[in-house]
Structures are given as C-alpha cells and as structure tokens.
C-alpha cells in the first residue's frame, strides 16, 4: 500500500498530464525545416478532355510526413503563365505560390484544372514544381489527352438547314435551339456530349440547361455501322452510367415531322420529350433503331392533350430499347395517338421508392375548372414491357373512349393483364444489361410476333433482317 499523501499523488498525476500535453504539442513549437514530402497520386492525369472546354477538377494530396513543419519557398507550374494547367494550393491560386508552410504531419488538397485548345487529339504536360528552403526541388508530373472538338455554347439558328459535322465531336456547353423554320440535320457517326450546365435564373432556375430544344425539324440520321450518340461529357468510367448528366432532347410543340434513327441517347435527365402535335404531315417524331438507357426520370414523355386526334401518330416508335430509367421508360401523358412497334422496354431499377414502372399512361388534366380528359389511342404490337416491379404496365384513363391496345406483346403483369393475343412470361430470357439485353436460346420471345405488311419493321436495331415468323422486341434472335 502507498504511503504518499494524496495531495503528493494529485501533484504528481498533474505533473505528468501537463508534461504529456507538452510533448504532444512540442512539435508545434519546432522551427519550420526543409524535408521531402510525398503526394498521390503520383501523376495527376486528365483523361480524354474536350478542347477548349474547362476541365472537371482534379484533387491531388500532398502529405508531409515528418515531426515538424516543412516550408516551401515557392510552388509553381514549370511552364508558367503559357502552361494551360492552374492550380488552387489551399486556397491560393497558381501559377506562383511563395512562402507556404506545411504543418508536421499535416496534408493539404490541391486543386487542378485544364483548358486548352487543339485542331487535333494531342496530349498536354507540364510539372508542379515543390520547391522547398534550401532549394530542393521536388516534381510532381501533370498530363492531359486532349480532344479536338467543335463547341457550341448557347447557340440557336432559324430559318436555314444546317448540318452537323461528323469528323470529330461536337460539345454542346448549354442550350442548342432550333427555331420554327429551322432544320438540324445530324449525320451518320456524329458524337454529341453535353456538359452538365444549369439556368442560373428564370422559371427553371437550378434546371438542367445543357441540351437539344427543338421548336422546327430535327433529323438524325444514323445508321446500323455508324449510330449517333447524345451523352454527358464526362468521359471516366465513374460516370459511365451516371443518369442526369444533361437535359436531353426536347420537340417544343411546334416541332414538326422529327426523326431520329440509329441513336444512342444515354445519361440524360430525360432521353427524349416530345411535346403535343406539331401539325405536320407526318408523325412528329419517328423514332427506330435507336437505344436509350440511364435516363434520371423518362427514357421518353409524350404529351398529348389535343382536343382531337391527328391523322399521324405523336410518337410513332419501332426497334427501340429503353432500360435503366429512374422513373419509367416510356410515359404516354394526356392521350394522344401513339404507335409502338417491335420495342423492348425493360424498367430494371429495382423496387424503388420514387421510380414507377415501364410504361405509364394516363389520358387526362387537372384543371382549376375540373378533370379535362383528351382523346387518347394508344397501339402496341410485338413490344416487350418488362420489370423489376410486379407489372410493367400501368394506366389512369378517366374517358371510356380511350383505346390501349396491345397484340402479341410479352409483359410482366400480375394484375389487370390485357386481353387479346399477348404473352405474360415468368421469364423473357434476356442477356445482361451491359449486353443490351439481347435475345437468350430458347426465349419464349422467339417466333412468338405478328407480321403486319407496312408495319413491322424487316430488320431489327442491329439491321439484321428478321425472319417470317418475327421475334418479340427489338431484337431477331439469329440461330
């Protein structure tokens, strides 16, 4: 047993927290000191970048990893004011920074960008120079590839045609409008990415800006060998997938006998929307061959709400696949006269909360004067509707005189199944998505379609032709 006193004890406790809180803090009252630090990652790369358009930013750590504080004399890019990187060094922008001091074993974040022009694809190097007391000299290597491309920024045209250039691709930095006599023509093998901008003020105000509004005729016109893309702009795999990159395709009400064939549109807020009749002579969008996936909410909306039917279909769609929508792939909203041929529509979201199914369809409008409901006729022919969800297929129709029809189509659907010659699989037999869900040996869709002359499509979206008894879908299984 202790004979100390307790005061003795209490002292002698206090003592030693008061000399552990001193060696603990000791380091801070060191001398700044040159010393190596260590960063990662080792080389701060830019992958496949767009000419003259401002980089996403790259983080790049550097760490000091000794007991004391290291000072640098100054921080520079080796190419100085003609380098097209820049860099933000807690909170102190480039492309000097003198007399920083690192604290011991302490690290900072530092921040980097790129912008720069090029006819063609070309890389572009420079070197963050750590230059510490004493002058040694430390590193860090900064490389780019950078991509020739044509840039449009908040661009529109009217009363002229213009098409596209397909020889390299073209950036859309905001809104491209196509006014009520103009046409966009975009060829075979064109490449459109569109940055991530938002309005910064008006009715839609934090909005997605960046995209494609057409209020005259849009014709894209890819093929088999050499489709068309509408994407994000960023590139890295991380964003591959990533829904709600840019707005997407937009048929004002004006627009007027659209088409687009052998497209890709992915990643956009909604693939395509195509509002009302347009009072052409044709369908005001035509729409075949063509692969929408990663839509945040609809893969495509057609509105309706016109007092009474058009000779043509709104939407007329045929050898389309849409998958991997949040919301649902295909919303037919306020009637209308839609036609929907040899499509696959495959909502693989999972169950949830927000997301609804494949297909919506409703025929009315809520006013302040009441329900207004509006013509709606609505044909499915050889067209898959699958879901992660117990049915694919869901409707509020208000009007008796509304017309669904589906013939010879194949749908997950547990409760008010249609009538008529369809098919309710417990499997469809689909490849995965990163396949596009093609056709499996053995698919209950196989053989399994009609063959209407002037209306099923002779090849399916890959162009290859499809047989005398037509598969269900988009594809034509090849044995």
């Not at 849409?322 to 037919?332: E, I, K, P, S």
């Not at 990163?434 to 063959?451: C, F, R």
Request: charged share 20%; proline share 8%; with cysteine.
């Amino acid at each position: 047993m202790s004979t100390r006193p307790p005061s003795v004890s209490f002292g002698w406790s206090l003592l030693v927290v008061v000399a552990v809180a001193l060696l603990a803090c000791r380091r801070e009252w060191l001398p700044p000191k040159s010393g190596p630090l260590s960063w990662q990652p080792d080389t701060v790369r830019f992958d496949s970048l767009f000419s003259t358009v401002l980089s996403p930013t790259q983080r790049l750590w550097v760490y000091n990893p000794h007991a004391y504080p290291v000072r640098l004399s100054r921080i520079y890019l080796e190419k100085g004011p003609q380098s097209p990187f820049t860099f933000i060094w807690n909170g102190r922008s480039g492309p000097l920074v003198t007399d920083v001091e690192l604290p011991a074993r302490d690290s900072v974040q530092v921040f980097l960008s790129l912008r720069d022009s090029a006819f063609y694809d070309q890389t572009r190097e420079d070197v963050l120079v750590l230059e510490a007391l004493g002058g040694d000299v430390q590193r860090i290597p900064l490389r780019a590839v950078l991509i020739a491309a044509y840039v449009y920024r908040d661009f529109g045209f009217d009363s002229l045609m213009l098409s596209l250039p397909s020889d390299k691709p073209i950036v859309i930095d905001g809104y491209f409008y196509v006014g009520p006599m103009g046409v966009l023509r975009v060829p075979a093998g064109a490449r459109l990415y569109f940055s991530g901008r938002r309005w910064p003020t008006g009715p839609l105000a934090g909005e997605l800006m960046s995209g494609l509004y057409v209020a005259g005729k849009l014709e894209v016109l890819g093929t088999a060998e050499a489709p068309v893309t509408f994407q994000g702009w960023r590139l890295e795999s991380y964003y591959a997938s990533a829904s709600g990159q840019w707005m997407g395709l937009w048929l004002l009400p004006t627009a007027r006998d659209c088409e687009i064939h052998h497209a890709t549109i992915r990643q956009a807020s909604i693939g395509i929307r195509v509002d009302s009749v347009g009072g052409g002579a044709a369908p005001k969008l035509c729409l075949t061959n063509s692969l929408i996936s990663d839509a945040a909410n609809y893969g495509v909306l057609a509105l309706g709400f016109t007092a009474s039917q058009p000779p043509f279909p709104i939407l007329k769609m045929s050898n389309v696949l849409v998958y991997r929508c949040g919301q649902a792939c295909l919303a037919l909203v306020g009637g209308g006269y839609h036609s929907i041929v040899n499509s696959s529509l495959i909502y693989d979201q999972g169950d949830l909360r927000r997301g609804q199914t494949t297909l919506l369809i409703t025929d009315f409008l809520r006013t302040e004067a009441g329900v207004q409901t509006y013509p709606c006729q609505i044909d499915f022919l050889n067209t898959l509707l699958w879901s992660t969800k117990p049915n694919a297929y869901a409707a509020d129709l208000r009007s008796s005189a509304s017309q669904v029809a589906f013939d010879h189509c194949a749908l997950r659907q547990e409760e008010n199944r249609p009538g008529g010659t369809n098919f309710f699989p417990a499997d469809p037999k689909l490849g995965p998505a990163s396949e596009a869900y093609p056709l499996l040996e053995g698919s209950p869709l196989i053989d399994a379609g009609k063959v209407v002359p002037g209306l099923t499509p002779l090849t399916d979206r890959m162009g290859r032709l499809r047989d005398a008894q037509i598969d269900i879908g988009c594809y034509e299984y090849v044995r």
